[in-house]
């Protein structure tokens, strides 16, 4: 019986932690949004990964990877790094080819633990 108390009490422990990390992300991309109509991107219809703990090029920045159709109605690849509460610090349109390989160039960044950045690995593919 005291393993299904201690269980209940870990999955309530992680659904809380997870709710919290949710909020946290969708108000780094409110601070994103003013970037978006800047440059003539439909925030509404983009397509994006957060991720956090990926190397950056300015601390406490979160990069934010991901496709968004022009006024052309074209999907444009971007890269942001976005500091909470201060909107868009670095921002750069990608290759779609780049956009679309973000996870695997973010996983492989933080596994090499490599200093350089993933907003210049991607900008730098195109």
Known sequence: ??????AGLVMIALWLLS??????????????????E?????FSKAMFNVHQGAPVRTNGAI???????????????????????SGVVLGEFI?????????????TLKLQRSPVALFDTLVSMG
């Open 38 to 42: 800047l440059v003539g991107l439909d």
């Open 1 to 6: 019986m005291k393993w299904f108390v201690l």
């Open 19 to 36: 709710r919290r990390k949710k909020r946290n992300s969708f108000a780094l991309i409110d601070d994103a949004k003013p970037w978006f």
């Open 63 to 85: 990069p934010i990877v991901g496709l968004a159709p022009n006024s052309n109605g074209d999907l444009q690849g971007f890269v942001i790094e976005v500091a909470p509460g």
């Open 95 to 107: 290759s779609r080819r780049a956009s679309m390989q973000d996870k695997v160039v973010a996983q």
